[in-house]
Nanobody, 115 residues
């Protein structure tokens, strides 16, 4: 059974930082591209960042330069370092992993950016 479990969400002030982590079991992350989506209140889920098995990253343009995606294939984990957070970053963040078109998803972790 595949499980992806996110952690690290919470409340942060504008301009602050958070580091999200995603731990996988039942799947070898090293075989697949992995990444993060978010769903803001009243919005559709949107792509944030991905990283290939050879560690080539890709980012949504508004977060490029502020967010950094990483993966540790040996530990079967991935992470999203988020700096200079803005209030519009308030969302539920989901990690995903697996084959193109049919990935597995985590349950999501809430990030709230507010003063």
């Amino acid at each position: 059974q595949v499980q992806l479990v996110e952690s690290g969400g919470g409340l942060v002030q504008p301009g602050g930082s958070l580091r999200l982590s995603c731990a996988a079991s039942g799947i070898d992350l090293g075989l697949y591209p992995v990444g993060w989506y978010r769903q803001r209140p009243g919005k559709q889920r949107e792509f944030i960042a991905s990283i290939t098995s050879s560690k080539i990253p890709n980012y949504l343009v508004p977060v490029k330069g502020r967010f950094t995606i990483s993966r540790d294939n040996a530990k079967n984990t991935m992470a999203l370092q988020m700096n200079s957070l803005k209030p519009e970053g308030t969302a539920v963040y989901y990690c995903y992993a697996g084959p193109y078109g049919n990935p597995y998803w985590g349950q999501g972790t809430q990030v709230t950016v507010s003063s």
